[in-house]
């Protein structure tokens, strides 16, 4: 079920350069149904900014009724997101939109994400290794200072760090990783870039993927047809990334 | 007790509260979060005779206590919209106000003559005002003549009331207003987005894909205000207001400045919940204004 | 270095950034509180003919992101303009663009003959847009073959360039623009205020005493950067561009929709020291996009 | 000079129902001039609420550098003001406007205020004290939750509380207290809302009065032409309250 709810900040922390991980709680968190979910957060009771922003879960614990996103403060909305201190409310509807099937991996794979498209990507690794299911990380910062969760991911498996200026890790995208490492998983899940997403998915015609694509949204829930895009299907067909989404099997969508 | 009802041609309104085209879809959305039937009404997105895509995205921009939108009159058509959408929405107790758009006069006509007949449509808005389709629709609402002749067609086969929606983007609204009124329009809902633009400053270029978009939200709501005032004035039609209303008070401004129901638009973005919010909240804030019914209030601007 | 002059008729600027008229007074208040030669122009409150008191207060109101203001062209007259104003600024390096406003086009055309001859004025700019004025003033602004002959008639007596205020109140600016390109004008500066209401409440009274007033501020930006977009494409006049301009971005974006120059108006109100601000911004902000100069941003927008 | 100033909250504390008094911190203080003037306050940084609020200088200490100011939470802007804690930044525009002329007063002043017109009066009161006057102070407010400074404006003359339905002090307006009584001082102050300034006014026409006044500011400086009243000088003269006032000399005003 989505619901709005005035939930309450547990703790916010800068993680990275201008990288948040902001935890909150509430009953909301009841609902989260998969990893790859994401919430709409209003960050300010006022009229600018006046839209919500998406947000994705980074990760959820219903017993403590927690949940955890991690975000880069960019623009208007996300620095005063920035600024919420532990006791004050946050209003989130949520959760919103399909995430990552986790049944469709059988035994390894690949989770490649790319800069503020890493997040999600934990939880999911999270979920996969509790089915018995090896995954290897392939994850993409700018630089060494953007990099977050490095640690996190090792424990939960292979984890591989490529950054455009090779201040750490493997120097270039993730692709430059991924035409090194073996193709013995069977599925693939992806969250970055839509530029990377393309090349992930091209990279591996032949294996079971899921995306995850951003679009600019309005509603977020499916009502506004903001967040559209064309599909594979055919001339007629699309999709609305808040509410068919964020998470695609590969090659369905046209970005 | 406080009475909300409100009796417009076509309409017996529970309450004077209902989203706005285009920011509601076909209701199913919202369904999941309230029931339906609580709302005044409901008006459906856009319809066209064949199915559209609308335009490229990015379609949406925020903007100072507003936001643009080009989202280009996407729907799934005439046959989409009367063969699964409105059918649907029958189970809630609520009348429809379906949304026709088109880029001819014919377009509108076939529209209009056919959603009309479902048994739930009771009344048609005739958007004469979308600032986002590139031929036909913009100048339907800018010049009277044009919006008259539009109007009688549509009236002639309309088998329900018809309220002409007017743009924003005109010299004289009130012309405009006039002019559907002698064209044979049951009322006028007003008004549509203000047409506007945002640029990405680190590039220069728009940030929607069709460059131009329509202005809604808070940011719009004194110039809605503003031509609501006048044109309540100048014509006997009954207005359905709107244009950044998100609370209990702008609803009533909008109700003193001389429209009979009020739309909420935008604001359903931002508090899903806000329709039957404000919903609640009108008897209590009549009540505390002095006034038992939410008819009183309508037009109270002028009579001061 | 990055060059921020910008050549135009009439003026030779250090800097694309001037406050807008009705928002600076003539300067007198503003310079308590910084050197007024560091601005690139300073456009004065609007001259009549004779003095005028304007409209009743209240004569502001706030709205979401915005203002209305019906001050009413309150101003000392030609007499008091040209006899004590004028002479006063003259000890600041900084060009004057006199605000021209009237009920007929006599009076028009006898304020431009005369203030055009001080020193320190170096072009006009008619307000034919102004939507507090009752009479006169705003029809102006709305049809192009009355603002085509009020721009020959002025352009006949002034001493200097003339620059045509535009207002946003209308069907198709872009007519309005090439109807004074027609009639002679230098250039265009736009936008003025979008005619709006507030009411209060509890009331259901208008909260500006004139009832109506013209919004201004950051709410209105997206529809002035639409307008300046589609002027700058459908004439050769150079634009001087305003609507919600608040910070160096804000002026990005004008110059890159096509103005040649910006103007500030509400924001003044907000932070008094937002020109200078901006002006010691640019020449950062314009190296970090990858320029050198201002002038080479000024249309980026349509050239990508 | 007029500065405009980040300044620092030192204590928000609410003394009445939805009173609020307010102390902050900075340079600007070293140019306040007199008791009536005001400032130009920025709650917050964002386009909405958009302008500036007027409020008056309550108090001020130029060695600690801080003055108070007393408002009532009424509207959007009022009541994020009421929102900032100890610690908090704070856009201040001032000192605006000229104050009471305490050198008109020479034995004996009246001091009459009503709701937040109250305020200014009390460094007003403490001025005329240092000087040696006496003042005697006549406050009106709506009811006996809303008062507030009854104890701080004893401790400096007599003092004489109106409230509207009579739960404190005398019942009705302050009016009804001057009709009781004497007219021997030599000068009186005021502020309030307009229509207790007229009654005022009209109360003592041979007396020299100091009324401060309220309008709708944009600017605050003088520049906008908002703030104007017509003056009994002339058909043609008018004052600007931000800039010329807020305080003017009784019968100078036509409200
Ligand atoms: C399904 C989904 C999940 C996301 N998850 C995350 C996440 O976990 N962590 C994270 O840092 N970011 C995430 N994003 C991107 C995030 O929504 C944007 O970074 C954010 O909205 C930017 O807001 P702003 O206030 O910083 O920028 P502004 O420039 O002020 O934003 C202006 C408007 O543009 C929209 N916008 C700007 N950039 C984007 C973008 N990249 N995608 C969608 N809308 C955008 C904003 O929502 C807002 O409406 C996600 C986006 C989507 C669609
Ligand atoms: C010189 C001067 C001194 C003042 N001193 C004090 C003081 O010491 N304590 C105090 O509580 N109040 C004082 N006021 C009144 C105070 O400015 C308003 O109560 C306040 O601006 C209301 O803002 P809001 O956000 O609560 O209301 P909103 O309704 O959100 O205000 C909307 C707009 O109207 C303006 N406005 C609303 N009411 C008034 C008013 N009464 N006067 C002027 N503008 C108004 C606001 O400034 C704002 O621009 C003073 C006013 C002036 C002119
Ligand atoms: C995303 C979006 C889509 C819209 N689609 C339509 C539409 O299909 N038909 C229509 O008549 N108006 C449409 N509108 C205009 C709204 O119905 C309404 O007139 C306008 O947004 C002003 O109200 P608001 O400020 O409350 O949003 C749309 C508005 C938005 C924001
Ligand atoms: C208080 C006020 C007074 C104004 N007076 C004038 C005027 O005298 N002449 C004029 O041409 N425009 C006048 N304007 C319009 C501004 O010059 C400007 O065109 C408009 O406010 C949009 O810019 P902004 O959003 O930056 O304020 C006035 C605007 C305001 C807010
Ligand atoms: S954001 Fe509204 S449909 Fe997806
Ligand atoms: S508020 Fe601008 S002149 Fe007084």
Chains 1, 4 share one sequence.
């Not at chain 1, 490529?162 to 013995?184: C, M, R, W, Y």
């Not at chain 2, 379609?59 to 919209?81: D, F, H, K």
């Not at chain 2, 919010?277 to 009540?287: C, G, M, S, V």
Request: hydrophobic fraction near 40%; glycine fraction near 10%; proline fraction near 6%.
């Amino acid at each position: 079920m989505i619901r709005q709810q005035h939930m309450t900040v547990v703790s916010q922390k800068e993680i990275a350069h201008r990288i948040f991980e902001l935890t909150v709680e509430g009953d909301l968190v009841n609902d989260m149904a998969a990893p790859g979910q994401f919430v709409h957060v209003r960050v300010a009771d006022s009229y600018e900014p006046l839209l919500r922003r998406p947000i994705s879960v980074a990760s959820y614990d219903k017993e403590k009724r927690q949940f955890t996103m991690i975000y880069r403060a960019e623009g208007r909305g996300t620095n005063l997101l920035a600024e919420k201190k532990p006791g004050d409310g946050l209003d989130v509807l949520g959760p919103l939109g399909n995430g990552f099937p986790v049944e469709e991996a059988a035994k390894k794979a690949y989770l490649i994400g790319g800069g503020i498209g890493v997040p999600p990507l934990y939880e999911l690794s999270k979920a996969l290794n509790e089915r018995g299911i090896e995954t290897v990380h392939i994850l993409g910062f700018e630089s060494k200072d953007a990099v977050f969760y490095e640690a996190e991911f090792k424990s939960l498996g292979d984890t591989h760090i490529a950054t455009v200026d090779g201040s750490h890790g493997t120097q270039g995208f993730v692709t430059h990783i991924l035409n090194e490492l073996p193709k013995d998983f069977d599925a693939y899940f992806s969250c970055g870039p839509t530029a990377m997403l393309e090349a992930v998915q091209w990279a591996y015609p032949e294996k079971k993927g899921f995306l995850s694509y951003e679009q600019r949204m309005g509603c977020g829930i499916g009502a506004c047809f903001a967040c559209v895009c064309r599909t594979t299907k055919s001339e007629t067909d699309y999709i609305k990334v808040c509410s068919d989404g964020p998470v695609f099997q590969a090659g369905v969508v046209i970005s | 007790m406080t009475n909300l009802a409100i009796k417009l041609p076509g309409l017996k309104l529970k309450n004077p509260i209902m989203p706005a085209s285009g920011c509601f879809g076909f209701g199913k959305e919202y369904a999941q979060l309230y029931d339906l039937a609580q709302l005044g009404a409901i008006m459906i997105k856009a319809t066209t005779v064949e199915m559209r895509l609308g335009n490229p995205t990015p379609r949406v921009a925020e903007t100072a206590s507003g936001m643009l939108n080009a989202i280009g009159l996407q729907n799934p058509g005439l046959e989409g919209v009367m063969g699964s959408e409105l059918p649907w929405l029958e189970q809630f107790d609520v009348p429809i106000i379906a949304n026709v758009a088109g880029t001819t006069t014919e377009d509108y006509v076939e529209v209009a003559k056919q959603i009309s007949t479902s048994p739930n449509v009771h009344a048609l808005e005739i958007n004469i005002s979308c600032p986002n389709v590139k031929q036909g629709g913009i100048t339907f609402g800018t010049d009277p003549d044009v919006a008259r002749e539009l109007t009688q067609a549509v009236k002639t086969v309309s088998s329900v009331p018809v309220y002409i929606k007017l743009s924003p983007n005109v010299t004289n609204i009130v012309s405009i207003a006039k002019a559907v009124e002698e064209g044979g329009a049951d009322g006028i809902t007003m008004i549509n987005t203000l047409l506007g633009m945002r640029l990405d400053p680190k590039t220069g270029r728009p940030v929607i894909a069709n460059i131009t978009g329509g202005l809604s939200g808070p940011a719009i709501k004194p110039v809605a205000l503003r031509m609501v005032y006048e044109v309540s004035q100048h014509t006997d039609l009954p207005i359905i207001g709107m244009g950044g209303i998100t609370n209990v008070d702008d609803a009533i401004d909008f109700l003193s400045a001389g429209a009979s129901a009020v739309a909420v638009g935008t604001a359903n973005f931002v508090n899903p919940f806000v329709c039957p919010e404000i919903i609640e909240k009108l008897p209590k804030r009549l009540h505390e204004l002095g006034f038992d019914s939410a008819e009183e209030l309508i037009g109270r601007s002028h009579r001061l």
